[in-house]
Protein backbone atom coordinates (compact mmCIF):
# COMPACT_ATOMS: atom_id res chain seq x y z
CA UNK A 1 0.00 0.00 0.00
CA UNK A 2 2.00 3.51 -0.85
CA UNK A 3 2.35 6.36 1.34
CA UNK A 4 -1.03 8.35 1.50
CA UNK A 5 -1.84 11.95 2.34
CA UNK A 6 -5.60 12.72 2.66
CA UNK A 7 -6.78 16.14 2.08
CA UNK A 8 -9.95 18.32 2.33
CA UNK A 9 -11.35 19.49 -0.85
CA UNK A 10 -12.87 22.32 -2.36
CA UNK A 11 -15.70 21.40 -4.03
CA UNK A 12 -18.24 23.28 -6.59
CA UNK A 13 -21.30 21.55 -6.78
CA UNK A 14 -23.71 23.61 -4.75
CA UNK A 15 -25.07 21.10 -2.33
CA UNK A 16 -25.06 23.57 1.04
CA UNK A 17 -24.32 27.04 2.56
CA UNK A 18 -20.70 26.53 2.04
CA UNK A 19 -19.76 27.65 -2.04
CA UNK A 20 -16.29 27.13 -3.79
CA UNK A 21 -15.20 31.01 -2.20
CA UNK A 22 -16.37 30.07 1.24
CA UNK A 23 -13.71 27.09 0.62
CA UNK A 24 -10.77 28.98 -0.49
CA UNK A 25 -11.25 31.76 1.79
CA UNK A 26 -10.90 29.01 4.94
CA UNK A 27 -7.53 28.11 3.45
CA UNK A 28 -5.61 30.16 5.29
CA UNK A 29 -7.86 30.74 8.30
CA UNK A 30 -7.50 26.77 9.11
CA UNK A 31 -3.45 26.83 8.15
CA UNK A 32 -3.76 24.32 5.40
CA UNK A 33 -0.96 23.29 3.15
CA UNK A 34 -3.17 21.00 0.86
CA UNK A 35 -6.43 20.97 -0.79
CA UNK A 36 -8.27 19.03 -3.37
CA UNK A 37 -10.23 20.53 -6.23
CA UNK A 38 -12.87 19.28 -7.91
CA UNK A 39 -14.49 21.33 -10.83
CA UNK A 40 -17.38 19.69 -11.66
CA UNK A 41 -19.62 22.16 -10.68
CA UNK A 42 -18.15 25.15 -12.84
CA UNK A 43 -17.58 26.05 -16.66
CA UNK A 44 -15.02 27.74 -17.69
CA UNK A 45 -16.00 31.82 -17.18
CA UNK A 46 -16.65 30.94 -14.20
CA UNK A 47 -13.22 28.49 -13.71
CA UNK A 48 -11.33 31.02 -14.70
CA UNK A 49 -12.94 33.45 -11.43
CA UNK A 50 -12.35 30.07 -9.63
CA UNK A 51 -8.33 30.22 -10.59
CA UNK A 52 -8.42 34.14 -9.80
CA UNK A 53 -9.56 33.75 -6.41
CA UNK A 54 -6.95 30.90 -5.95
CA UNK A 55 -4.07 33.29 -6.97
CA UNK A 56 -4.90 36.08 -4.44
CA UNK A 57 -5.26 33.32 -1.76
CA UNK A 58 -2.37 31.39 -2.61
CA UNK A 59 -0.59 35.18 -2.34
CA UNK A 60 -1.66 35.50 1.07
CA UNK A 61 -0.57 31.71 2.48
CA UNK A 62 1.33 29.02 0.29
CA UNK A 63 -0.62 25.73 -0.30
CA UNK A 64 -0.99 23.33 -2.91
CA UNK A 65 -3.44 21.39 -4.80
CA UNK A 66 -2.03 17.72 -5.47
CA UNK A 67 -5.09 16.43 -7.31
CA UNK A 68 -7.83 18.31 -9.20
CA UNK A 69 -10.95 16.32 -10.70
CA UNK A 70 -10.95 17.62 -13.83
CA UNK A 71 -13.50 18.15 -16.60
CA UNK A 72 -14.02 16.72 -20.33
CA UNK A 73 -14.00 20.66 -22.16
CA UNK A 74 -10.21 21.76 -20.01
CA UNK A 75 -7.45 22.31 -22.73
CA UNK A 76 -3.75 21.28 -22.22
CA UNK A 77 -3.24 25.25 -20.51
CA UNK A 78 -5.66 24.71 -17.83
CA UNK A 79 -3.80 21.27 -16.61
CA UNK A 80 -0.39 22.73 -17.18
CA UNK A 81 -1.39 25.87 -15.27
CA UNK A 82 -2.56 23.56 -12.56
CA UNK A 83 0.74 21.51 -12.45
CA UNK A 84 3.14 24.55 -12.56
CA UNK A 85 1.01 27.58 -10.36
CA UNK A 86 -0.04 24.71 -8.13
CA UNK A 87 1.66 21.85 -7.35
CA UNK A 88 -0.97 18.96 -9.14
CA UNK A 89 0.66 16.13 -9.26
CA UNK A 90 -2.79 14.13 -10.35
CA UNK A 91 -6.14 14.62 -12.28
CA UNK A 92 -9.42 12.66 -12.65
CA UNK A 93 -11.73 12.50 -15.64
CA UNK A 94 -15.41 10.39 -16.07
CA UNK A 95 -14.34 7.96 -18.90
CA UNK A 96 -14.48 10.05 -22.16
CA UNK A 97 -17.58 7.20 -23.07
CA UNK A 98 -19.82 9.02 -20.45
CA UNK A 99 -17.70 12.70 -20.99
CA UNK A 100 -15.81 13.04 -24.41
CA UNK A 101 -12.79 15.34 -24.38
CA UNK A 102 -13.18 18.53 -26.29
CA UNK A 103 -9.88 19.72 -26.60
CA UNK A 104 -6.53 17.07 -27.70
CA UNK A 105 -4.46 15.69 -24.70
CA UNK A 106 -0.74 15.22 -25.24
CA UNK A 107 0.99 12.02 -24.32
CA UNK A 108 2.78 13.56 -21.53
CA UNK A 109 -0.94 14.95 -19.50
CA UNK A 110 -2.44 11.96 -20.18
CA UNK A 111 -0.08 10.20 -18.14
CA UNK A 112 -1.24 12.44 -15.33
CA UNK A 113 -4.58 11.48 -15.88
CA UNK A 114 -6.77 8.93 -13.39
CA UNK A 115 -9.71 7.55 -14.76
CA UNK A 116 -12.74 7.39 -12.01
CA UNK A 117 -15.32 4.68 -11.91
CA UNK A 118 -17.99 7.01 -11.98
CA UNK A 119 -20.87 4.18 -12.73
CA UNK A 120 -22.94 3.05 -9.51
CA UNK A 121 -24.28 0.18 -11.63
CA UNK A 122 -20.81 -0.74 -13.57
CA UNK A 123 -17.57 -1.30 -13.85
CA UNK A 124 -14.73 0.84 -15.57
CA UNK A 125 -12.88 -1.46 -17.78
CA UNK A 126 -9.68 -1.60 -19.85
CA UNK A 127 -11.06 0.70 -22.91
CA UNK A 128 -12.14 3.35 -20.39
CA UNK A 129 -8.32 3.36 -19.01
CA UNK A 130 -7.21 3.50 -22.44
CA UNK A 131 -3.83 6.37 -22.73
CA UNK A 132 -4.34 7.37 -19.24
CA UNK A 133 -2.46 6.86 -16.40
CA UNK A 134 -4.48 4.11 -13.83
CA UNK A 135 -7.79 4.41 -11.83
CA UNK A 136 -9.55 6.66 -9.76
CA UNK A 137 -10.89 5.09 -7.55
CA UNK A 138 -14.71 6.59 -5.70
CA UNK A 139 -15.05 4.52 -2.90
CA UNK A 140 -18.59 5.49 -2.05
CA UNK A 141 -19.44 4.87 -5.74
CA UNK A 142 -17.40 0.96 -5.45
CA UNK A 143 -19.74 0.97 -2.30
CA UNK A 144 -22.92 1.63 -4.13
CA UNK A 145 -21.55 -0.91 -6.89
CA UNK A 146 -21.13 -3.57 -4.67
CA UNK A 147 -24.97 -3.38 -3.05
CA UNK A 148 -26.29 -2.83 -6.20
CA UNK A 149 -24.67 -5.11 -8.47
CA UNK A 150 -21.96 -7.93 -7.39
CA UNK A 151 -21.08 -9.16 -10.99
CA UNK A 152 -20.00 -5.46 -12.06
CA UNK A 153 -18.31 -5.11 -8.43
CA UNK A 154 -16.51 -8.30 -9.24
CA UNK A 155 -15.21 -6.99 -12.47
CA UNK A 156 -14.16 -4.00 -10.54
CA UNK A 157 -11.90 -6.03 -8.08
CA UNK A 158 -10.17 -7.76 -11.02
CA UNK A 159 -9.48 -4.48 -12.93
CA UNK A 160 -7.61 -3.26 -10.15
CA UNK A 161 -5.26 -6.47 -9.82
CA UNK A 162 -4.11 -5.12 -13.14
CA UNK A 163 -4.23 -1.66 -13.47
CA UNK A 164 -3.03 0.31 -10.18
CA UNK A 165 -5.43 2.95 -7.98
CA UNK A 166 -3.40 6.12 -7.84
CA UNK A 167 -5.69 8.71 -6.01
CA UNK A 168 -9.43 8.14 -3.74
CA UNK A 169 -12.51 10.16 -3.70
CA UNK A 170 -14.06 9.41 -0.03
CA UNK A 171 -17.76 10.55 0.72
CA UNK A 172 -19.95 9.04 3.05
CA UNK A 173 -21.98 6.35 3.09
CA UNK A 174 -24.74 5.00 4.79
CA UNK A 175 -27.87 2.28 5.02
CA UNK A 176 -30.55 4.76 3.64
CA UNK A 177 -31.63 4.33 0.19
CA UNK A 178 -30.83 8.30 -1.02
CA UNK A 179 -32.54 9.51 -4.99
CA UNK A 180 -29.42 11.65 -6.79
CA UNK A 181 -30.28 14.95 -8.81
CA UNK A 182 -30.57 12.57 -12.08
CA UNK A 183 -32.87 9.98 -10.67
CA UNK A 184 -30.43 6.75 -9.61
CA UNK A 185 -30.72 5.37 -6.26
CA UNK A 186 -27.36 5.54 -4.43
CA UNK A 187 -26.36 4.92 -0.65
CA UNK A 188 -23.67 7.85 -0.89
CA UNK A 189 -24.15 11.60 0.47
CA UNK A 190 -22.17 14.83 -0.42
CA UNK A 191 -22.97 16.62 2.49
CA UNK A 192 -22.62 15.54 6.28
CA UNK A 193 -26.38 16.92 7.14
CA UNK A 194 -27.69 13.90 4.73
CA UNK A 195 -26.32 11.10 7.31
CA UNK A 196 -23.61 8.36 6.07
CA UNK A 197 -20.59 7.38 8.29
CA UNK A 198 -16.76 6.56 7.35
CA UNK A 199 -17.28 2.99 8.52
CA UNK A 200 -17.62 1.55 4.75
CA UNK A 201 -13.95 2.29 4.06
CA UNK A 202 -13.34 -0.90 6.72
CA UNK A 203 -14.60 -3.34 3.95
CA UNK A 204 -12.32 -2.21 1.01
CA UNK A 205 -9.22 -4.17 0.87
CA UNK A 206 -5.22 -2.02 0.60
CA UNK A 207 -5.53 -2.30 -3.21
CA UNK A 208 -8.72 -0.58 -3.41
CA UNK A 209 -6.40 2.92 -1.96
CA UNK A 210 -3.96 5.06 -3.75
CA UNK A 211 -1.30 7.67 -2.76
CA UNK A 212 -3.76 10.76 -2.47
CA UNK A 213 -7.19 10.50 -0.88
CA UNK A 214 -9.52 13.81 -1.18
CA UNK A 215 -12.79 14.06 0.58
CA UNK A 216 -15.53 15.14 -1.61
CA UNK A 217 -18.00 16.61 0.74
CA UNK A 218 -20.11 20.02 -0.51
CA UNK A 219 -19.15 21.11 3.64
CA UNK A 220 -16.70 23.59 4.57
CA UNK A 221 -13.33 22.54 4.97
CA UNK A 222 -13.54 23.23 8.81
CA UNK A 223 -16.23 20.15 8.78
CA UNK A 224 -14.12 18.23 6.15
CA UNK A 225 -10.79 18.27 8.26
CA UNK A 226 -12.29 16.63 11.38
CA UNK A 227 -12.96 13.32 8.90
CA UNK A 228 -9.04 13.37 8.41
CA UNK A 229 -8.00 11.61 11.35
CA UNK A 230 -10.71 9.04 11.19
CA UNK A 231 -9.39 7.90 7.30
CA UNK A 232 -5.90 8.23 8.32
CA UNK A 233 -6.36 6.19 11.21
CA UNK A 234 -8.32 3.74 9.12
CA UNK A 235 -5.34 3.26 6.31
CA UNK A 236 -2.76 3.70 8.99
CA UNK A 237 -4.75 0.37 9.94
CA UNK A 238 -4.78 -1.30 6.80
CA UNK A 239 -1.10 -0.17 5.99
CA UNK A 240 -0.09 -2.60 9.59
CA UNK A 241 -2.25 -5.50 8.18
CA UNK A 242 -0.23 -5.98 5.11
CA UNK A 243 3.02 -5.48 7.13
CA UNK A 244 2.17 -8.23 9.46
CA UNK A 245 0.73 -10.41 6.31
CA UNK A 246 4.29 -9.96 4.83
CA UNK A 247 6.55 -10.61 8.09
Not at 179 to 205: F, K, P, Q
Request: aromatic share 8%.
Amino acid sequence: MPRFQVVPSITTIARCSSGWRDKIHEIEALGLRSVGLFLTGVREAERRELYRELELAHVRHLFAIPFVHAVSDMSEDEYRYLMDRFGTELFNLHPIRQYPLQHKLSAEIRQKITIENAFIDQSIDLMDLSGFRGICMDIAHAEDLRRKNELEFAKLERLIQRVPVLVNHVSLSGNAALVESYGELTYHSHIGAEGGTLSYLNRYSPEFFGSIIAIELADSLSEQVKLIPVIEKTLAEKRQSVVKRAA
